[in-house]
């Protein structure tokens, strides 16, 4: 006698129905935060989260443009409307570390930091040493008139510097040092043209890198030159940090993460000659000090 075939347990779906019954509608984003990008059709079983994975978009944000309701069910052939930024860098990394120029580590800053203690990675949904060349001189450039004299064409103004927020004008912030070790490199101008938009923490390859605060994960990947491995974390009242040249990245785009949660652990991935961490801390879009927010 035949003993009954075992009914197959469809993991997948099972994580989608209790993704979808967790974050619900009123934890979707608004639909005017959101721009439209290319229109994508379902392939095969594909579902909402494997059509987020990839794309390299943001599952809520697929759902908030197509209008999907509960249990958020897609269908072969169907066609998606994608986020702008999906399938390569996406448009937050980009919208956050528009352009970072970051000085190489010299001599080691013997900054000590506070110890970390490393905690197991939560709901697991989902430097930067890029340095831009020295500025050239503008060559004037001369126009012949009429009557044969040469007249200078004036130079353009310099651009003015990126303005930086004080650590007066500043709310207050709970967040932690992500890792522990010496700071080979410190926050701001280290000369030739090259400015290093947050700190260089010196510590053994493998060594945890935690959230400095509760947040989210916005970017997870390696695409940006020069930052390797590289984690962006979106916190309440307009704080994201960032973490760089990372040896593994253990947490994906929309992870919600508690502060101390491990996200990483310390590599040499990107521009640097030695196992650290570039960590940034950015108010607004703009680069802040840590030390001036970490106490």
């Known amino acids: 006698m035949k003993q009954a075939a075992k009914p197959r347990i469809l993991i997948p779906v099972f994580c989608l129905l209790l993704s979808a019954c967790s974050f ?9 935060s959101i721009t439209p990008g290319e229109t994508i059709t379902v392939q095969g079983d594909q579902n909402i989260y494997a059509v987020a994975q990839a794309n390299n978009a943001s599952m809520r944000e697929i759902i908030v443009l197509n209008n999907l309701q509960p249990p958020f069910t897609i269908k072969p052939g169907q066609q998606l409307i994608l986020p702008a930024g999906a399938n390569g860098v996406s448009a937050t990394a980009k919208e956050v570390m528009p352009s970072v120029t970051s000085a190489p580590a ?8 506070a110890p970390v203690q490393a905690a197991p990675v939560q709901s697991q949904v989902e430097s930067l040493n890029s340095p831009l060349p020295p500025s050239k001189p503008v060559a004037t450039t001369v126009t012949a008139s009429p009557s044969s004299a040469l007249t200078p064409t004036p130079s353009p103004p310099p651009p003015v510097p990126e303005s930086k927020p004080s650590s007066a004008s500043l709310p207050s912030v709970d967040m932690k040092w992500p890792a522990q070790g010496p700071v080979l490199s410190k926050f701001g101008p280290k000369g030739q043209g090259l400015n290093n938009d947050g700190v260089n923490i010196g510590a053994p390859k493998g060594s945890p890198v935690t959230a400095a605060a509760n947040g989210i994960v916005v970017y997870s990947g390696n695409e940006m030159k020069g930052f390797g491995n590289l984690i962006l974390i979106r916190h309440e009242g307009g704080w994201v940090t960032a973490y760089a040249h990372l040896d593994r990245m253990l947490v994906n785009k929309d992870a919600i993460v508690a502060q101390g949660d491990m996200i990483g652990t310390v590599g040499k991935t990107g521009n640097v000659p030695s196992p650290q961490l570039h960590f940034e801390i950015r108010y607004n879009g703009k680069p802040v000090d840590p030390g001036s927010v970490i106490k």
């Open 24 to 32: 619900g509608q009123r934890n979707l984003p608004s639909r005017t």
């Open 106 to 113: 010299g001599d080691i800053e013997a900054v000590p930091l």
